[in-house]
């Protein structure tokens, strides 16, 4: 078996799993390879990865029948294709 050690896990899967501080590190080496600043949120030292935005959307996607309808259309389309 062959392990690929250059490749990194993206920030979403450190993030996931509690790695916020493997995240920040991610995230500034891409930066530096893009030649671009980091993002503000990443320079203040707060934890930039407890957001509720995503749990809000989420709820207002269920509260929603026709948003729920058509994410279940969805759905299944992508199992069918």
Do not use: C
């Not at 062959?2 to 509690?18: A, D, G, I, M, R």
């Not at 080496?29 to 671009?36: C, G, L, P, V, Y």
């Not at 707060?46 to 996607?61: D, H």
């Amino acid at each position: 078996m062959v392990v690929f050690s250059f490749l990194n896990e993206t920030p979403h899967y450190l993030v996931t799993k509690k790695k916020d501080k493997e995240a920040v590190k991610l995230f500034y080496k891409m930066a530096s390879m893009n030649r671009i600043s980091p993002p503000e949120i990443l320079k203040e030292g707060g934890n930039a990865f407890q957001s509720t935005e995503v749990q809000e959307k989420l709820i207002s996607v269920l509260k929603s029948p026709t948003l729920v309808k058509r994410s279940l259309v969805f759905f299944l389309l992508w199992l069918v294709t």
